[in-house]
T-cell receptor
């Protein structure tokens, strides 16, 4: 089992759609959780951290379910500019290193 | 504020050649990381450093070496390049462990 596993994608959605990405992680001792965004052939950038109570940043909502070891990202009212690859990132307790999922590609069409 | 800078942006190496990928950050971060990203895959940690003079192996260290003589610089050395090392290499830094990491623009390396 992969340490961090994401929906394989790609997701092709029209502008204005709501899209949800799922991610599971294998280590129940994981401490910190993030979603990063990576544009084509560019470096990853932090989109948002994920907190136990769930958190929202504009059109983006992140949820964490520790019992199921599951993280989600919901994007409402998709924009063309949301087209990118979304990386689920988890901190495993050993040394605090971040483990990256393989990413889910999103393509928003007019 | 430059953040994390990497050189070169692109490089083609022949099998068996060596090279050093440069990484510099100006944010005074203690933690620095080297990742590689193969097409369609996530990032894999090669080496990391928690401060000047301290380095440790990540998930895929074979074929690479690092040093950290200053807080700012964290070069990655490839000895005896192999086609399996064809990848995009990203350097990153953070002020503490398991917090936001800031990435450089990457080095695209091809070994033929």
């Amino acid at each position: 089992r992969k340490e961090v596993e994401q929906d394989p994608g790609p997701f092709n959605v029209p502008e204005g759609a709501t899209v949800a990405f799922n991610c599971t992680y294998s280590n129940s001792a994981s401490q910190s959780f993030f979603w990063y965004r990576q544009d084509c052939r560019k470096e990853p950038k932090l989109l948002m951290s994920v907190y136990s109570s769930g958190n929202e940043d504009g059109r983006f909502t992140a949820q964490l379910n520790r019992a199921s070891q599951y993280i989600s990202l919901l994007i409402r009212d998709s924009k063309l500019s949301d087209s990118a690859t979304y990386l689920c990132v988890v901190n495993f307790f050993q040394g605090g290193k971040l483990i990256f999922g393989q990413g889910t590609e999103l393509s928003v069409k007019p | 504020n430059a953040g994390v800078t990497q050189t070169p942006k692109f490089r083609i190496l022949k099998i068996g050649q060596s090279m050093t990928l440069q990484c510099t950050q100006d944010m005074n971060h203690n933690y620095m990381y080297w990742y590689r990203q193969d097409p369609g895959m996530g990032l894999k940690l090669i080496y990391y450093s928690v401060g000047a003079g301290i380095t440790d192996k990540g998930e895929v260290p074979n074929g690479y070496n690092v040093s950290r003589s200053t807080t700012e610089d964290f070069p990655l050395r490839l000895e005896l390049a192999a086609p399996s090392q064809t990848s995009v290499y990203f350097c990153a830094s953070s002020d503490r462990t398991a917090t936001e990491q800031y990435f450089g623009p990457g080095t695209r390396l091809t070994v033929t």
